[in-house]
Protein backbone atom coordinates (compact mmCIF):
# COMPACT_ATOMS: atom_id res chain seq x y z
CA UNK A 1 0.00 0.00 0.00
CA UNK A 2 2.13 2.80 -1.41
CA UNK A 3 2.31 6.51 -2.76
CA UNK A 4 1.69 7.40 -6.61
CA UNK A 5 5.21 6.69 -8.20
CA UNK A 6 6.50 4.27 -5.42
CA UNK A 7 6.56 1.83 -7.84
CA UNK A 8 4.02 -0.70 -6.94
CA UNK A 9 2.80 -1.78 -10.14
CA UNK A 10 6.89 -3.03 -10.62
CA UNK A 11 6.56 -4.57 -7.25
CA UNK A 12 3.37 -6.36 -8.44
CA UNK A 13 5.11 -7.65 -12.04
CA UNK A 14 8.31 -8.69 -10.37
CA UNK A 15 6.74 -10.54 -7.85
CA UNK A 16 4.26 -12.39 -10.31
CA UNK A 17 7.12 -13.33 -12.66
CA UNK A 18 9.11 -14.10 -9.68
CA UNK A 19 6.15 -16.96 -8.87
CA UNK A 20 5.60 -18.10 -12.43
CA UNK A 21 8.94 -18.71 -12.48
CA UNK A 22 9.56 -20.54 -9.54
CA UNK A 23 6.09 -22.66 -9.59
CA UNK A 24 5.86 -24.48 -12.96
CA UNK A 25 2.08 -24.61 -14.80
CA UNK A 26 1.21 -22.43 -11.55
CA UNK A 27 -2.54 -20.56 -12.72
CA UNK A 28 -2.63 -16.57 -11.77
CA UNK A 29 -5.34 -14.29 -11.57
CA UNK A 30 -4.37 -10.35 -12.37
CA UNK A 31 -7.09 -8.58 -11.30
CA UNK A 32 -7.16 -4.35 -11.86
CA UNK A 33 -10.28 -1.71 -11.87
CA UNK A 34 -10.80 -2.72 -15.00
CA UNK A 35 -9.48 -5.64 -17.49
CA UNK A 36 -8.03 -2.32 -19.60
CA UNK A 37 -6.17 -1.55 -16.72
CA UNK A 38 -4.92 -4.77 -16.71
CA UNK A 39 -3.66 -5.22 -19.80
CA UNK A 40 -2.29 -1.57 -20.42
CA UNK A 41 -0.85 -1.13 -16.76
CA UNK A 42 -0.15 -4.78 -15.37
CA UNK A 43 1.02 -6.43 -18.89
CA UNK A 44 1.76 -3.20 -21.34
CA UNK A 45 2.33 -0.81 -18.87
CA UNK A 46 6.41 0.82 -18.42
CA UNK A 47 6.49 -1.19 -15.35
CA UNK A 48 4.25 -4.29 -16.21
CA UNK A 49 5.08 -7.92 -17.09
CA UNK A 50 6.03 -7.70 -20.63
CA UNK A 51 8.55 -5.17 -19.46
CA UNK A 52 9.65 -7.01 -16.50
CA UNK A 53 10.20 -10.71 -18.35
CA UNK A 54 9.85 -10.51 -22.29
CA UNK A 55 10.18 -13.34 -22.63
CA UNK A 56 6.45 -14.35 -21.49
CA UNK A 57 3.86 -14.52 -24.03
CA UNK A 58 0.81 -12.43 -24.54
CA UNK A 59 -2.55 -13.02 -26.44
CA UNK A 60 -4.41 -9.97 -26.06
CA UNK A 61 -7.62 -11.44 -27.35
CA UNK A 62 -7.93 -13.31 -24.94
CA UNK A 63 -6.49 -11.92 -22.40
CA UNK A 64 -3.54 -14.56 -21.00
CA UNK A 65 -0.18 -14.99 -20.43
CA UNK A 66 1.83 -17.84 -21.12
CA UNK A 67 5.52 -18.31 -19.59
CA UNK A 68 8.19 -20.84 -20.98
CA UNK A 69 7.63 -23.72 -18.21
CA UNK A 70 3.78 -23.54 -18.55
CA UNK A 71 2.16 -20.78 -15.42
CA UNK A 72 -0.05 -19.19 -17.28
CA UNK A 73 -2.12 -15.67 -15.94
CA UNK A 74 -5.60 -14.34 -17.20
CA UNK A 75 -6.56 -10.67 -16.95
CA UNK A 76 -9.98 -9.21 -15.03
CA UNK A 77 -11.86 -6.07 -14.18
CA UNK A 78 -13.42 -5.52 -11.51
CA UNK A 79 -15.90 -3.00 -12.76
CA UNK A 80 -19.64 -4.48 -13.52
CA UNK A 81 -21.18 -7.04 -11.64
CA UNK A 82 -20.38 -9.79 -14.86
CA UNK A 83 -16.78 -9.01 -13.60
CA UNK A 84 -17.35 -10.77 -10.84
CA UNK A 85 -19.70 -13.57 -12.63
CA UNK A 86 -15.98 -14.11 -14.87
CA UNK A 87 -14.26 -14.95 -11.66
CA UNK A 88 -16.96 -18.03 -10.55
CA UNK A 89 -15.37 -20.67 -12.65
CA UNK A 90 -10.98 -20.10 -12.75
CA UNK A 91 -8.76 -21.37 -9.55
CA UNK A 92 -5.34 -20.29 -8.78
CA UNK A 93 -2.46 -20.65 -6.70
CA UNK A 94 -1.78 -16.79 -7.01
CA UNK A 95 -4.02 -13.70 -7.73
CA UNK A 96 -2.38 -10.10 -8.18
CA UNK A 97 -5.28 -7.41 -7.52
CA UNK A 98 -3.79 -4.04 -9.04
CA UNK A 99 -5.69 -0.73 -7.50
CA UNK A 100 -7.87 -3.14 -5.46
CA UNK A 101 -9.12 0.76 -3.31
CA UNK A 102 -10.14 1.63 -7.06
CA UNK A 103 -12.41 -1.84 -7.54
CA UNK A 104 -15.69 -1.04 -8.34
CA UNK A 105 -17.06 -4.24 -7.19
CA UNK A 106 -14.69 -5.32 -4.82
CA UNK A 107 -16.26 -7.41 -2.65
CA UNK A 108 -18.43 -9.34 -5.31
CA UNK A 109 -14.46 -9.49 -7.06
CA UNK A 110 -12.98 -10.48 -3.93
CA UNK A 111 -15.68 -12.72 -2.92
CA UNK A 112 -15.79 -14.63 -5.84
CA UNK A 113 -11.94 -14.82 -6.58
CA UNK A 114 -11.25 -16.10 -2.83
CA UNK A 115 -13.72 -19.16 -3.65
CA UNK A 116 -11.52 -20.11 -6.55
CA UNK A 117 -8.20 -19.07 -4.31
CA UNK A 118 -7.65 -22.96 -3.76
CA UNK A 119 -4.14 -24.37 -5.76
CA UNK A 120 -1.11 -25.96 -4.50
CA UNK A 121 -0.47 -26.05 -0.79
CA UNK A 122 -0.13 -22.08 0.01
CA UNK A 123 -2.62 -20.02 -2.19
CA UNK A 124 -2.16 -16.47 -1.77
CA UNK A 125 -2.99 -12.90 -3.00
CA UNK A 126 -0.69 -9.84 -3.66
CA UNK A 127 -2.52 -6.69 -3.50
CA UNK A 128 -0.45 -2.83 -4.95
CA UNK A 129 -2.88 -0.24 -4.36
CA UNK A 130 -3.51 3.32 -3.36
CA UNK A 131 -5.09 3.67 0.21
CA UNK A 132 -8.73 4.70 -0.11
CA UNK A 133 -10.97 3.79 2.71
CA UNK A 134 -12.94 1.43 1.54
CA UNK A 135 -14.83 -1.03 3.52
CA UNK A 136 -13.16 -4.24 2.31
CA UNK A 137 -9.38 -2.54 2.13
CA UNK A 138 -10.13 -1.85 5.97
CA UNK A 139 -11.38 -5.05 6.65
CA UNK A 140 -8.20 -7.02 5.06
CA UNK A 141 -6.09 -4.40 6.66
CA UNK A 142 -7.11 -5.86 9.87
CA UNK A 143 -6.72 -9.19 9.41
CA UNK A 144 -3.84 -11.20 11.15
CA UNK A 145 -2.74 -12.92 7.95
CA UNK A 146 -2.51 -9.69 6.22
CA UNK A 147 1.07 -8.70 5.74
CA UNK A 148 1.42 -4.53 4.97
CA UNK A 149 4.15 -2.93 3.37
CA UNK A 150 3.77 0.51 3.19
CA UNK A 151 5.69 3.15 0.81
CA UNK A 152 5.89 7.00 0.13
CA UNK A 153 6.21 8.66 -2.83
CA UNK A 154 9.51 10.23 -1.87
CA UNK A 155 11.02 6.70 -1.17
CA UNK A 156 11.25 5.60 -4.79
CA UNK A 157 15.04 6.71 -5.51
CA UNK A 158 14.26 6.46 -9.30
CA UNK A 159 11.34 9.57 -9.55
CA UNK A 160 13.14 12.49 -10.94
CA UNK A 161 13.65 15.20 -8.92
CA UNK A 162 11.79 17.61 -10.76
CA UNK A 163 8.53 15.35 -10.96
CA UNK A 164 9.28 15.01 -6.78
CA UNK A 165 9.37 18.67 -6.30
CA UNK A 166 6.35 19.36 -8.23
CA UNK A 167 4.17 16.71 -6.80
CA UNK A 168 5.29 17.53 -3.49
CA UNK A 169 5.03 21.29 -4.14
CA UNK A 170 1.46 21.15 -5.34
CA UNK A 171 0.14 18.77 -2.25
CA UNK A 172 2.44 18.12 0.27
CA UNK A 173 0.56 18.94 3.30
CA UNK A 174 -2.98 18.57 2.13
CA UNK A 175 -5.18 15.83 2.65
CA UNK A 176 -4.99 14.50 -1.52
CA UNK A 177 -1.35 14.69 -0.74
CA UNK A 178 -1.70 12.48 2.38
CA UNK A 179 -3.73 9.92 0.68
CA UNK A 180 -2.13 9.57 -2.78
CA UNK A 181 2.10 10.54 -1.45
CA UNK A 182 1.76 9.37 2.07
CA UNK A 183 -0.04 6.60 1.23
CA UNK A 184 -2.25 6.96 4.65
CA UNK A 185 -5.66 5.75 4.75
CA UNK A 186 -7.79 9.08 5.24
CA UNK A 187 -11.21 8.03 6.97
CA UNK A 188 -12.90 11.47 7.20
CA UNK A 189 -12.81 14.42 5.93
CA UNK A 190 -13.34 17.95 8.09
CA UNK A 191 -16.55 19.82 7.76
CA UNK A 192 -18.47 16.65 6.08
CA UNK A 193 -21.69 15.75 7.53
CA UNK A 194 -21.15 11.56 7.84
CA UNK A 195 -17.86 9.91 8.88
CA UNK A 196 -17.18 6.39 8.07
CA UNK A 197 -17.35 5.42 12.01
CA UNK A 198 -20.44 6.38 12.39
CA UNK A 199 -21.82 4.34 9.40
CA UNK A 200 -19.96 1.87 10.46
CA UNK A 201 -21.73 1.61 14.06
CA UNK A 202 -24.89 1.85 12.24
CA UNK A 203 -24.42 -1.04 9.92
CA UNK A 204 -26.08 -4.06 10.00
CA UNK A 205 -25.86 -7.45 8.02
CA UNK A 206 -29.78 -7.34 7.77
CA UNK A 207 -32.60 -5.22 7.59
CA UNK A 208 -35.63 -6.03 9.86
CA UNK A 209 -39.29 -6.46 7.98
CA UNK A 210 -39.90 -2.82 6.11
CA UNK A 211 -43.57 -1.11 6.23
CA UNK A 212 -42.20 1.05 3.02
CA UNK A 213 -39.63 0.97 0.40
CA UNK A 214 -39.07 3.69 -2.18
CA UNK A 215 -36.36 4.36 -4.62
CA UNK A 216 -34.74 7.64 -5.33
CA UNK A 217 -33.62 9.09 -8.30
CA UNK A 218 -31.10 12.06 -8.79
CA UNK A 219 -31.21 12.48 -12.47
CA UNK A 220 -28.24 14.55 -14.26
CA UNK A 221 -27.96 15.93 -17.62
CA UNK A 222 -26.89 13.09 -19.43
CA UNK A 223 -24.71 9.74 -19.95
CA UNK A 224 -21.56 11.58 -21.41
CA UNK A 225 -18.97 11.40 -19.47
CA UNK A 226 -18.66 14.63 -18.65
CA UNK A 227 -21.95 14.60 -16.97
CA UNK A 228 -22.21 13.25 -13.04
CA UNK A 229 -23.71 10.18 -12.68
CA UNK A 230 -27.86 9.36 -12.23
CA UNK A 231 -28.20 8.89 -8.61
CA UNK A 232 -30.55 5.60 -7.61
CA UNK A 233 -30.89 4.37 -4.04
CA UNK A 234 -33.36 2.29 -2.61
CA UNK A 235 -34.47 2.67 0.86
CA UNK A 236 -36.74 1.19 3.45
CA UNK A 237 -38.38 2.25 7.11
CA UNK A 238 -39.04 -0.77 9.55
CA UNK A 239 -42.03 -0.37 12.07
CA UNK A 240 -39.46 1.01 14.13
CA UNK A 241 -38.71 3.95 13.02
CA UNK A 242 -35.21 3.20 11.50
CA UNK A 243 -34.44 3.51 7.75
CA UNK A 244 -32.12 1.25 6.16
CA UNK A 245 -29.98 2.11 2.87
CA UNK A 246 -31.05 -1.36 0.51
CA UNK A 247 -28.96 -0.50 -2.81
CA UNK A 248 -27.06 1.78 -4.90
CA UNK A 249 -27.28 1.16 -8.80
CA UNK A 250 -25.87 4.61 -9.69
CA UNK A 251 -24.17 4.49 -13.15
CA UNK A 252 -23.77 7.29 -15.96
CA UNK A 253 -26.88 6.39 -18.56
CA UNK A 254 -29.10 7.83 -20.65
CA UNK A 255 -32.56 8.62 -19.56
CA UNK A 256 -34.24 5.43 -21.22
CA UNK A 257 -31.39 3.25 -19.53
CA UNK A 258 -31.71 5.06 -16.14
CA UNK A 259 -35.22 4.57 -16.30
CA UNK A 260 -35.19 1.17 -16.85
CA UNK A 261 -32.74 0.63 -14.18
CA UNK A 262 -34.60 2.49 -11.39
CA UNK A 263 -38.46 0.65 -12.52
CA UNK A 264 -36.52 -2.91 -12.18
CA UNK A 265 -35.08 -1.97 -8.91
CA UNK A 266 -38.93 -0.68 -7.96
CA UNK A 267 -40.24 -4.63 -8.70
CA UNK A 268 -37.11 -6.29 -7.73
CA UNK A 269 -37.45 -4.46 -4.31
CA UNK A 270 -41.60 -4.42 -4.65
CA UNK A 271 -40.90 -0.94 -3.26
CA UNK A 272 -44.05 1.55 -3.02
CA UNK A 273 -43.18 4.19 -4.80
CA UNK A 274 -40.14 6.04 -7.11
CA UNK A 275 -39.41 9.63 -6.20
CA UNK A 276 -37.45 12.13 -8.48
CA UNK A 277 -35.87 15.15 -8.01
CA UNK A 278 -37.57 17.27 -10.85
CA UNK A 279 -35.27 20.06 -11.68
CA UNK A 280 -33.60 18.73 -13.85
CA UNK A 281 -35.84 17.92 -16.64
CA UNK A 282 -39.03 18.78 -15.40
CA UNK A 283 -41.90 16.66 -16.29
CA UNK A 284 -39.70 14.88 -19.00
CA UNK A 285 -38.36 12.74 -15.72
CA UNK A 286 -41.80 11.66 -14.75
CA UNK A 287 -42.14 10.83 -18.30
CA UNK A 288 -39.31 9.05 -19.13
CA UNK A 289 -40.49 6.87 -16.02
CA UNK A 290 -43.79 6.34 -17.66
CA UNK A 291 -42.77 5.02 -20.84
CA UNK A 292 -41.13 2.08 -19.30
CA UNK A 293 -44.08 1.24 -16.71
CA UNK A 294 -46.84 3.50 -17.01
CA UNK A 295 -48.04 1.53 -13.53
CA UNK A 296 -45.61 2.88 -11.56
CA UNK A 297 -46.33 5.70 -9.22
CA UNK A 298 -43.86 8.80 -9.21
CA UNK A 299 -43.47 11.48 -6.60
CA UNK A 300 -41.54 14.48 -7.65
CA UNK A 301 -39.67 16.23 -5.56
CA UNK A 302 -38.19 19.68 -5.98
CA UNK A 303 -34.89 21.12 -4.70
CA UNK A 304 -35.49 24.61 -3.42
CA UNK A 305 -33.23 24.50 -0.58
CA UNK A 306 -29.71 24.41 -0.94
CA UNK A 307 -28.38 20.47 -0.70
CA UNK A 308 -26.67 21.42 2.52
CA UNK A 309 -30.31 22.08 4.35
CA UNK A 310 -31.60 19.25 2.76
CA UNK A 311 -29.08 17.21 3.76
CA UNK A 312 -28.39 17.82 7.61
CA UNK A 313 -31.43 16.72 9.01
CA UNK A 314 -30.56 13.52 7.05
CA UNK A 315 -27.39 13.23 8.72
CA UNK A 316 -28.97 14.21 12.15
CA UNK A 317 -30.62 10.39 11.88
CA UNK A 318 -27.29 8.98 11.11
CA UNK A 319 -25.67 10.53 13.92
CA UNK A 320 -28.98 9.48 16.46
CA UNK A 321 -28.40 5.96 14.83
CA UNK A 322 -31.44 5.67 13.05
CA UNK A 323 -30.47 5.13 9.47
CA UNK A 324 -28.42 1.97 9.01
CA UNK A 325 -26.53 0.33 5.69
CA UNK A 326 -27.24 -2.92 4.72
CA UNK A 327 -24.47 -4.97 4.13
CA UNK A 328 -21.34 -3.43 2.73
CA UNK A 329 -22.15 -3.26 -1.27
CA UNK A 330 -22.38 0.39 -0.97
CA UNK A 331 -18.62 1.38 -1.12
CA UNK A 332 -19.17 4.16 -3.57
CA UNK A 333 -22.24 5.83 -1.83
CA UNK A 334 -20.16 6.20 1.36
CA UNK A 335 -17.46 7.60 -0.25
CA UNK A 336 -19.25 10.38 -1.35
CA UNK A 337 -21.03 10.73 2.08
CA UNK A 338 -17.66 11.19 4.07
CA UNK A 339 -15.87 13.28 1.44
CA UNK A 340 -18.67 16.26 0.18
CA UNK A 341 -18.58 19.19 2.56
CA UNK A 342 -21.20 21.28 2.10
CA UNK A 343 -20.66 25.05 0.55
CA UNK A 344 -16.71 23.45 -1.10
CA UNK A 345 -18.11 24.26 -4.13
CA UNK A 346 -17.59 20.65 -5.36
CA UNK A 347 -19.80 19.17 -7.93
CA UNK A 348 -23.04 18.04 -6.83
CA UNK A 349 -22.83 14.22 -5.44
CA UNK A 350 -25.31 12.33 -7.10
CA UNK A 351 -25.60 9.12 -4.95
CA UNK A 352 -25.76 10.87 -1.75
CA UNK A 353 -28.46 13.50 -3.57
CA UNK A 354 -30.53 9.69 -4.07
CA UNK A 355 -29.84 8.85 -0.59
CA UNK A 356 -31.15 12.11 0.91
CA UNK A 357 -34.33 12.23 -1.31
CA UNK A 358 -35.62 8.28 -0.65
CA UNK A 359 -34.20 9.11 3.55
CA UNK A 360 -36.19 12.37 3.75
CA UNK A 361 -39.13 10.57 1.42
CA UNK A 362 -39.09 7.74 4.53
CA UNK A 363 -38.86 9.59 7.36
CA UNK A 364 -39.16 13.31 7.29
CA UNK A 365 -41.64 14.46 4.82
CA UNK A 366 -41.38 16.87 2.37
CA UNK A 367 -43.88 19.68 1.15
CA UNK A 368 -41.97 20.40 -2.15
CA UNK A 369 -43.73 17.67 -3.83
CA UNK A 370 -46.06 16.64 -6.43
CA UNK A 371 -47.52 13.04 -7.45
CA UNK A 372 -47.86 12.18 -11.03
Not at 73 to 83: C, K, R, S, V
Not at 185 to 203: Q, S
Amino acid sequence: MAGRGTGKTDAGAHYVDFFARQHANSRIGIIAPTTGDARALCVEGETGLLNANPSILFNRSWGELRWPNGSRAQLFGAYAPDDAERLRGPQHHLVWCDEFASWRQAKQCWDMMRLGLRLGSRPRVVITTTPKPRPKLLELLKDPRTVLTTAHTDDNPHLHPDVRAELYSQYGGTRLGRQELAAEILTDVPGALWTRDKLEENRVREHPALVRIVVAIDPSGGSTEGHAEVGIVAAGRAADGHGYVLRDVSERLAPERWARRAVQLYHELKADRIVAEKNFGGDMVSYTIKTIDPNVPVKLVSASRGKQLRAEPVSALDEQGRVHHVGTDLATLEDQLCSWVPDSGDPSPDRLDARVWAITELMLGNAEVRFV
